[in-house]
């Protein structure tokens, strides 16, 4: 071996060195401990020799461990799991879930999920009175207590595989890689070594010792003239450097730039408008009761009273609610109910981009005319991976005289294949209050599957009438958040919305690679 080698020996290197020399082979943690060195200059001073054969790896073992996650904690804090919990209300005669989400102790969410599990475990099953205890044992959920629970709370380390293997894919399947804050088990895996000096290490050691090795020339070092006794480790110029990171727009900022140039550049205008609406343009001018279950505060976020958005003109209004109690001047009959005002003033979060069409046609639109929106939304909905509260899309109407469904088509397969890079898709028929004929635009992704990327149609009479345009519109809302998925090789919609630099910078975001369609994702 070259005496060069020893010189350049780093002083971490040299501490364990010393330590394998005498004391190895060793694990990881006792050489440590035996070296005095923290993990971190452990771990680098073992990656340095391992490269230079001055190292080896004797033997690995894995340790994959369970942990309790936040929503465990909290069970185990309460004594029992939603399951068991509703396998003892059905033992005590509770049989309707209704009844049983009347208990606060756990959410409806959770009572519902604990039912479900519970009947796709044949725990449970549903009779012609309601439920019936298939499995008075409770199954894999009381295993779960009893292994999992009771040893994890007695401060007990507990290895995955010490669980048979029902318990262990079912606290699997609860310890989600994502979403972490609301999982019921966390899993963990750590890799311990033992490892040993080699020979090309003894030797490298043997020529360093009693070397002054200067690795940094400080002000002291010069000064006192130690640097005159000492030789200068090697500075290896052909190592990568560090790789940097320069500042840049976020991948889905980019993205929904890349829209926005795209329809503008086909003659698109930007229609803008405020994230809180009144009901009246959300909901009321575009022709849903005010009894349609959408408008539930289950799926709109209300604001709180005294909070108001600017009032329609009172003869707009007068239009809109003849249309919606008798079909007014439109050839309809209305949806035959009394209108509230009170109701159609109320303020909301936008729940759809198509409020923004519908002040675009009450502003006196081009007709001909051509408009988008790139519109925040806002719906209470369950998190996962096709789906969030808050959400983006893209909004459009065409006005003029020769427009129709064929035209719709025709841009509904643009969104599809150039923008979002679909392969595949495909319409469904559908409904919507204020579009006839309606149609669903979906898509297949490579992971994922089929799922829907928005509904479109004709605006009916009822929508355009009030607003004074007697000329064919058609209408989109699409979800731009979905498309991304497809166009920035994603699989999960949280994704977006990663704090993770690490993945945000592996994420396809070339702007002109991202509107190419699929030939070019």
């Known amino acids: ?26 694990g990881d943690k006792d050489v440590m401990a035996g070296a005095g060195m923290d993990e971190g200059s452990y771990r680098r001073a073992f990656q340095w020799l391992l490269s ?3 190292a080896t790896v004797v033997s690995s073992e894995k340790t994959v461990t369970v942990q309790l996650g936040p929503l465990g904690l909290s069970y185990a804090a309460k004594g029992t799991t939603p399951e068991l919990a509703l396998i003892e209300a059905v033992k005590n005669g509770t049989t309707s879930l209704p009844e049983i989400q009347k208990n606060e102790m756990f959410d409806r969410a959770q009572w519902g999920s604990a039912m479900g599990a519970l009947l796709k475990g044949g725990i449970l099953k549903k009779g012609s009175d309601g439920l019936v205890l298939n499995d008075p044992s409770g199954g894999v959920f009381t295993l779960i207590r009893e292994s999992v629970y009771s040893v994890i ?3 007990k380390t507990l290895n995955i595989s010490d669980l048979n293997n029902k318990v262990a894919a079912e606290v699997s399947n609860r310890a989600p890689k994502r979403g972490k804050s ?21 030797e490298a050691l043997e020529n360093a010792r009693g070397r002054n090795t200067i690795g940094i020339l400080t002000r002291e070092i010069l000064a006192s003239g130690e640097w005159k006794n000492g030789s200068f480790r090697r500075y290896q110029v052909d190592i990568p450097p560090s790789r940097i990171h ?10 929904l730039d890349s829209v926005r140039d795209k329809l503008q550049a086909m003659g698109f205008q ?24 959408a408008r539930d505060i289950h799926d709109a976020y209300y604001l709180e009273d005294g909070v108001e958005v600017e009032h329609p003109s009172r003869v707009l209004g007068e239009k809109v609610k003849a249309a919606h109690e008798t079909g007014g001047d439109t050839g309809g009959r209305g949806w035959e109910y009394t209108f509230e005002w009170d109701r159609s003033l109320k303020a909301i979060m936008r729940s759809q981009g198509t409020a923004l069409s519908a002040r675009t046609l009450g502003s006196n639109p081009d007709i001909p005319g051509k408009y988008f929106g790139i519109a925040k939304c806002f719906r209470y909905d369950q998190v996962d991976a096709t789906h969030l509260p808050d959400f983006f899309q893209i909004e459009g109407i065409v ?9 719709l088509l025709g841009l509904l397969k643009l969104f599809a294949m150039e923008v979002a890079g679909a392969t595949e898709y495909k319409f469904v028929p559908a409904y919507f209050p204020f579009t006839e ?16 990327m928005g509904g479109a149609g004709l605006f009916r009479r009822e929508v355009c009438g009030p607003m004074g345009i007697d000329v064919p519109v058609i209408a989109w809302g699409l979800g731009l958040d979905r498309m991304a998925l497809l166009a920035l090789g994603l699989s999960d919609i949280r994704d977006l919305l990663n704090p993770d630099l690490a993945k945000l910078r592996e994420m396809r975001s070339t702007p002109e690679k991202l509107l190419g369609g699929a030939d070019n994702a």
């Open 182 to 202: 609301r999982a019921e088990f966390v899993i963990n895996e750590t890799t311990s070594n033992v490892i040993d000096i080699t020979s090309t290490g003894r």
């Open 153 to 155: 709370s007695s401060g």
């Open 52 to 54: 230079r054969d001055m």
């Open 399 to 407: 006005l003029g005289e020769d427009i129709n469904m064929r035209h």
């Open 246 to 255: 320069v500042g840049r727009l976020h991948p889905y900022a980019m993205f």
């Open 1 to 26: 071996m070259s005496d060069t080698v020893s010189k350049d020996l780093h002083p971490l290197e040299k501490t364990l060195l010393n330590w394998l020399s005498e004391h190895g082979p060793g």
């Open 270 to 293: 930007e229609m803008k408008g405020s994230l809180v609406e009144s009901e009246f343009w959300n909901n009321d001018a575009l022709f849903m009761p005010q009894f349609h279950p």
């Open 437 to 452: 004929p309606s149609v669903e635009l979906h898509v297949k992704h490579p992971t994922l599957g089929w799922f829907e």
